[in-house]
């Protein structure tokens, strides 16, 4: 896949800027992207470490470059990076400081790609500090971040700070189109996953049980007395069912807040009290309870709210 460089491709346009700077010598050490859209930031991280390593052709094969360390919890089956994946560890497995142990070949170049860098923890972040103030010479390290609060301070004055905006809105509208949503399903997409790229970014399977939930989740808070949205999810792992747990209650809440402040007088309340439950739960998923046992305490505490669960 190709970047572009167009007016209506913020991204583009950030990777013309990252040009222009390699161009004059003015690149910085690190780079933190950040943007709402967590593909699109892991695509552009990957552009502008092609531009660095000076590899033509499809973005994609720049993860494949010899002097190009790719750090990817997904990867990896964790939520975020932990500090064994950056500091070097006694049993000999693979961490930042190990790949960056010796000098990088060729034209001395070597691009280090980290994603979802708002999902580390802060003692993890602490051991990126120094390597982000002073990596090896010929090192650029390309930081994504969806969110830029759970960043610790030190980390993010060591960055210079790339924002990726979102698309246009007609050229969003014209994608929902294309993928058969209505205005109201790509409205309730949106508000579920924090704008609509985000949610155009799903696979229509995962569209479309979002939007079941949603209706169950509808009929639910206009007082239904069964509560599908409430179902645990599957997952062949437990970290696989944290995900899906975490992912689905996330959207959920975001509905409920858009309707504890814009919805039905009538609504307003139950949806309030039902805020209240869901984030009760999403710090319980961060610990770690068993997500079907987070499920439980949800319903209970639906239930002590005065709400039919």
């Not at 970047?3 to 013309?16: I, T």
Request: glycine residues 10%; contains cysteine; proline residues 6%.
């Amino acid at each position: 896949m190709e970047l572009g460089g167009g007016s209506s491709d913020p991204a583009g346009a950030v990777l013309a800027r990252f040009r222009r700077e390699h161009e004059r010598q003015r690149l910085a050490d690190t780079y933190l992207l950040l943007g709402a859209s967590r593909p699109r930031l892991r695509r552009l991280a990957a552009g502008m470490a092609a531009a660095y390593l000076e590899v033509h052709g499809p973005v994609e094969d720049v993860e494949r470059h010899l002097e190009c360390v790719v750090l990817d919890p997904d990867a990896l089956g964790v939520p975020g990076l932990r500090v064994e994946h950056l500091a070097e560890r006694g049993d000999g497995g693979f961490s930042l400081e190990q790949a960056l142990r010796y000098r990088p070949g060729g034209p001395g170049r070597r691009a280090v790609l980290l994603y979802e860098a708002d999902r580390m923890g802060p003692d993890a972040q602490a051991v990126l500090l120094k390597t982000c103030e002073e990596p090896p010479d010929g090192t650029l390290l390309f930081l994504t971040a969806g969110d830029l609060t759970p960043l610790l301070p030190a980390l993010r004055s060591r960055c210079r700070t790339y924002r990726l905006g979102a698309l246009p809105a007609a050229e969003l509208a014209q994608r929902a189109a294309a993928a058969g949503l209505s205005e109201h399903e790509a409205r309730v997409l949106a508000a579920c996953y924090g704008g609509l790229e985000a949610a155009l970014e799903l696979d229509a399977e995962a569209r479309s049980a979002h939007l079941e939930r949603h209706r169950a989740l509808g009929a639910w808070l206009q007082g239904a007395s069964t509560a599908t949205w409430l179902e645990p999810p599957q997952g062949a792992t437990l970290a696989e069912q944290r995900a899906a747990a975490s992912e689905s209650l996330s959207s959920c809440l975001a509905w409920l807040v858009r309707e504890s402040a814009q919805g039905e007088p009538g609504l307003r309340l139950r949806a309030d009290r039902a805020v209240a439950a869901l984030r009760d739960a999403l710090v319980d998923l961060t610990g770690n309870i068993t997500p079907w046992v987070v499920y439980e305490d949800l319903a209970v505490r639906l239930e002590a709210r005065g709400l039919v669960a």
